[in-house]
């Protein structure tokens, strides 16, 4: 693709999420932005179909109320299906949907591209740090 075809691309595409009456497709591309729901999503890709407390091991630092939002909000968008087991005592476990396994198909290229890139992100920090800048007049005080 040319620079003028992808730019007009991503210009159809805003439009489409512009078009959004009932604020679902923003809604669903938060996820794509949430570090909690794609952390499960990757958890539950690699590993399968696992428990609340499996899923919470393997992803550090979420707190089980978090977990718990998250896992609500991917199975109301279709892409984290709830299997609740009539066993004693009653158990849960989470399983990514064909849905979810698209997102994180096509969130492994971003991950990569942030990953080569990573260095010259570093660099460009570090050279904006390195810079003097002015405070907004709000914080001259």
């Known amino acids: 693709m040319t620079r003028d075809e992808i730019l007009s691309y991503s210009q159809a595409v805003c439009d489409g999420l512009r078009e959004d009456q009932d604020g679902v497709r923003r809604e669903v591309?938060?996820?794509?932005?949430?570090?909690?729901?794609?952390?499960?999503i990757h958890t539950l890709g690699v590993y399968g179909r696992l428990?609340?407390?499996?899923?919470?091991?393997?992803?550090?630092?979420?707190t089980q109320r978090m977990l718990t939002r998250t896992l609500r909000q991917l199975e109301r968008d279709g892409l984290?299906?709830?299997?609740?087991?009539?066993?004693m005592p009653p158990r849960v476990e989470?399983?990514?949907?064909?849905?979810?396994?698209g997102l994180l198909i096509h969130m492994v290229p971003l991950w990569t591209w942030v990953v080569e890139n990573s260095d010259q992100f570093r660099k460009s920090r570090e050279e904006?740090?390195?810079?003097p800048h002015?405070?907004?007049?709000?914080?001259t005080f």
């Not at 591309?29 to 499960?40: D, I, N, Q």
């Not at 904006?128 to 810079?131: A, H, M, P, T, V």
């Open 29 to 40: 591309l938060t996820h794509a932005g949430s570090r909690w729901s794609l952390g499960v």
């Open 51 to 62: 428990r609340h407390a499996d899923i919470g091991r393997r992803m550090h630092g979420v």
């Open 80 to 87: 984290v299906t709830r299997h609740d087991l009539v066993e």
């Open 94 to 101: 989470y399983e990514l949907t064909e849905l979810g396994m």
């Open 128 to 131: 904006y740090d390195s810079r």
């Open 134 to 139: 002015e405070k907004p007049s709000w914080q």
